[in-house]
């Protein structure tokens, strides 16, 4: 099973809409896709589902459940402030440590107003999945001034082939 994982729990968030947008080339390709909104997560979560807590809030436990069940991710990751979003740090935490992620593969797709592309973002990230033993695909698009790329839930024939090459190299990862 393959996740996408939209990187932020922000109202009516752009990483919503390039995990659509990354689901529908999948499905293009024969492959299925869950989406996981991070906007959906139990607004408690961090005080109820992490640490000593964890395994125990019964509305983030499908959340763990799916992400141990997927066997590929796709991750895409807005940046804040140099990095990623800290719900998104959250959510990996609250993952059953080290079996969420180890010898599972990832993709990571990047997105900023800014021109990066959230590359700093996607690199540590990078850094997380790696320490946890999850393989990350080595192709990154980052996604830059993404405003000006996407007008109504449609990427620029550039992004979208970007995005289409990861798909590509993931479905053969």
Known sequence: MITIISGTNRKNAVSLK??????????????????LNLEDLPHDFIET??????????????????????????FVVPEYNGSFPGVLKAFIDGMQYPHA????????VGLSSGIQGAGLALSHLT??????????LAQKPKLYHIEKNLSENKLSELY????????EQLLEF
């Open 127 to 136: 850094d997380i999945f790696n320490y946890c033993g999850m393989h990350v």
């Open 18 to 35: 390039i995990a659509h947008i990354y689901q529908s080339i999948l499905r293009e390709k024969g492959e299925e896709a869950e989406i």
């Open 49 to 74: 589902a992490l640490y000593e807590n964890s395994g125990k809030n019964k509305d983030f436990n499908p959340y763990r459940q799916q992400i141990k069940d997927s066997k590929k991710m796709v």
């Open 101 to 108: 992620f180890r010898n599972k593969k990832a993709a990571l």
């Open 160 to 167: 979208h082939g970007l995005l289409e090459e990861q798909v």
